[in-house]
Structures are given as C-alpha cells and as structure tokens.
C-alpha cells in the first residue's frame, strides 16, 4: 500500500506560479511511475503529467512549455513546478502512482491517490 499526500495549492493570480508536492510513503513508494491530474467542477479528471522511476517525463499539451514534473527519490516526493498559471488551470490537482515503469494519461489505470489539493487562479 501506498499513500500519497499532496501540498502546496493556493490561490494566485493569472501569471503566477505554484510548485505543488507529493510525498510517497509506505511499501514501495516511489519505486513506479508518478502523475499529476486535474479535475475542475463538473469536468471529469484529466492527465497533466507523469514521470517514471528513470525520471521519463510526460505532459499534456495544455502543461507543456509551462509545467515541469521531477521527483526526488530520496524523499520519495514527486514536485509539479507551474509557471505562467492561467484561469483554465483552477482545479483540484491529484498526485497519482503506479506500480511499473510505464507511464499513462489514463486515471484508471493508476493504482495509488492522494486527496488532492485545490488550486485556483484569479485573473
């Protein structure tokens, strides 16, 4: 079992950024891939990012050239650096893993969730 517990949301203004973290813990947390998701009210939960345990990454269109995943096998922590946050970005932002080197933009197919925390950008 693995839990995962995600930091760092707010409130920012349109322009700003936001680093959000995501700390593993428990049996063979971290070892697999690690995805960031969103999910905005009334939209269903979307891919924002993933990175394999060889730090392989992966974005979304409407991430790339703005957001940046990485990780910290050390401390078990994944980090979703976003810069450039617009409106459109507001959301609860998941941290997700799963067991594997393959990634995935499919929600389904992770096996481990954190709670989620929300992020919102006012204009």
């Known amino acids: 079992q693995v839990q995962l517990v995600e930091s760092g949301g707010g409130l920012v203004q349109a322009g700003d950024s936001l680093r959000l973290s995501c700390a593993a813990s428990?049996?063979?947390?971290?070892?697999?891939?690690m995805g960031w998701f969103r999910q905005a009210p009334g939209k269903e939960r979307e891919f924002v990012a993933a990175i394999t345990r060889y730090s392989v990454t992966y974005y979304a269109d409407s991430a790339k050239g703005r957001f940046t995943i990485s990780r910290d096998n050390a401390k078990n922590t994944v980090y979703l650096q976003m810069n450039s946050l617009k409106r459109e970005d507001t959301a609860v932002y998941y941290c997700?893993?799963?067991?594997?080197?393959?990634?995935?933009?499919?929600?389904?197919?992770?096996?481990?969730w954190g709670q989620g925390t929300q992020v919102t950008v006012s204009s």
């Open positions: 997700a893993a799963r067991e594997g080197d393959f990634w995935s933009s499919r929600p389904i197919l992770y096996d481990y």
């Open positions: 428990g049996r063979s947390a971290g070892s697999g891939t």
